[in-house]
């Protein structure tokens, strides 16, 4: 024999539980503007809602200017603007001597900067998203704040030696000051 002691009509927690996250989890797909009807794309696809591109690694990728496979040139997030991998060209990894670095395309450039002792180095953000020149492991020297669109950070080179740094924000971003 089973006791129901429940107040007839109304939902035990569990049910009501599902009944929220399912609620949520619809609503999360139309405000993506995704589509949870899988009937003209194959049984768990997804589709790129209004506004939105397929992009690579999505089922059937094959928008415009990208083939099934390639990597997206942008990111596929609209108003996002940071890359999906690191750069692989801009930065020269050929050290180079100046006493400027630029922060263009989520890049530190040069790559590798050659600077006699004494040298003060001033790296400029030209990205719209803030960055930071901070050094690779504990004891370095540089430690800025973050940088906004067109902000600068400079520092002294006293000591000879090689500098690692990179962006604390976008970790991928690394450089080296070489100083003689």
């Keep these: 024999m089973h006791l129901n002691f429940r107040t007839p009509g109304r939902r035990s927690r569990a049910a009501a539980g599902l009944?929220?996250?399912?609620?949520?989890?619809?609503?999360?797909?139309s405000a993506c503007?995704?589509?949870?009807?899988?009937?003209?794309?194959?049984?768990?696809?997804?589709?790129?809602?209004?506004g939105q591109h397929q992009m690579a690694g999505m089922s059937g990728a094959a928008g415009p200017g990208n083939t099934a496979g390639s990597a997206p040139?942008?990111?596929?997030?609209?108003?996002?603007?940071?890359?999906?991998?690191?750069?692989?060209?801009?930065?020269?990894a050929t050290p180079v001597s100046g006493d400027a670095v630029a922060i263009k395309n989520f890049a530190f450039s040069?790559?590798?900067?050659?600077?006699?002792?004494?040298?003060?180095?001033?790296w400029t953000n030209q990205d719209t998203d803030a960055?930071?020149?901070?050094?690779?492991g504990s004891g370095g020297p540089l430690h800025s704040t973050a940088l906004n669109?067109?902000?600068?950070?400079?520092?002294?080179?006293?000591?000879?030696?090689?500098?690692?740094?990179?962006?604390?924000?976008h970790p991928f971003m690394t450089a080296t000051v070489e100083v003689t």
């Design 19 to 29: 009944a929220v996250a399912t609620a949520g989890a619809l609503g999360l797909l």
């Design 33 to 50: 503007g995704q589509s949870s009807d899988s009937s003209s794309t194959g049984a768990g696809a997804i589709t790129p809602g209004p």
């Design 73 to 92: 040139a942008t990111s596929p997030m609209p108003g996002m603007s940071m890359p999906m991998s690191p750069p692989s060209t801009g930065a020269s």
């Design 110 to 122: 040069p790559a590798t900067l050659k600077v006699k002792v004494g040298t003060t180095v001033t």
């Design 131 to 136: 960055h930071t020149v901070t050094s690779a």
């Design 149 to 169: 669109t067109h902000a600068t950070y400079s520092y002294t080179f006293t000591k000879p030696g090689a500098y690692s740094y990179l962006c604390t924000i």
